[in-house]
């Protein structure tokens, strides 16, 4: 999802498009998290005045917030049929992770490294150790010379922020309070490291923490 941050690339929004930015914002967290749950089914058929109607918006907002959706590959927007949910997995949200993993332990230097201080403050919008995880790691990337693949990092914070919440972990089958507390020492770890521009012992908290992150789908729970 879009946001208005300088260290992503981007430019401040307009002043006057921030009323519709926030709902568009709002629209694509509910549509996030009723596909990352299930209430969206794999594969179901969803027309676009019936997504409009259900969270009483207009068309427009629910366009603009599948835009993003569709670029995390979570919907597809078909023309005469609507919104088509993905066939998305565990492994796929997993994969995302290893995929950042290795951009981290074998990042492309491709530009200019980024002078950024790292900001805490930037977590404050994380829910969970997957948010962290991005905006730590693309904040890495950046700061190493990575942009295209901080840039990519960083579009995957929201899908990864949600995935992990306990909701919507325990819709997939997944025990995410099991082992939390490791887990946040690491993002202490990693936080404090990036303050203190610790750059090789930043990126050891943050494989650490990836590996925490893929390891979570082993503690498996049943599902009604």
């Known amino acids: 999802m879009e ?26 967290a509910r549509l996030l998290d009723n596909v990352l749950r299930g209430v969206y089914r794999r594969g179901q058929r969803i027309r676009l005045d019936t997504i409009a ?22 919907v597809t ?10 066939h998305w997995t565990v492994d796929h949200m997993i994969e995302r992770v290893r995929i950042a993993r290795t951009m ?7 530009s200019v490294c980024c002078a950024d201080r790292f900001d805490v403050a930037w977590l404050r919008e ?16 950046r700061r190493n010379g990575a942009a295209v693949s901080a840039d990519w990092l960083f579009s995957q914070r929201d899908v990864l922020d949600a995935f992990f919440t306990d909701d919507v972990a325990l819709a997939n089958g997944i025990d995410a309070v099991v ?3 490791d887990r ?10 990036a303050e203190q521009d ?15 992150l893929i390891a979570m789908p082993d503690r498996f729970r049943s599902v009604a």
Do not use: H, K
């Open 3 to 28: 946001r208005s941050l300088n260290r992503a690339g981007r430019g401040d929004d307009d002043p006057n498009g921030i009323r519709r930015s926030l709902l568009r914002d709002a629209v694509f």
């Open 53 to 74: 109607a259900d969270m009483r918006v207009s068309r427009t907002p629910v366009r603009e917030a599948l835009v993003p959706l569709e670029n995390l590959r979570l």
């Open 77 to 86: 927007v078909q023309r005469y049929v609507g919104v088509v949910i993905a």
């Open 104 to 110: 981290i332990t074998e990042p492309s230097v491709g």
């Open 126 to 141: 994380c829910a969970t150790e997957g948010g962290a995880f991005a905006e730590l790691g693309a904040w890495w990337l």
């Open 179 to 181: 082992a939390r507390r």
């Open 184 to 193: 946040l020492r690491i993002v202490d770890r990693a936080t404090a490291a």
């Open 198 to 212: 610790a750059l090789a012992d930043c990126a050891a908290a943050l494989v650490e923490l990836a590996d925490a």
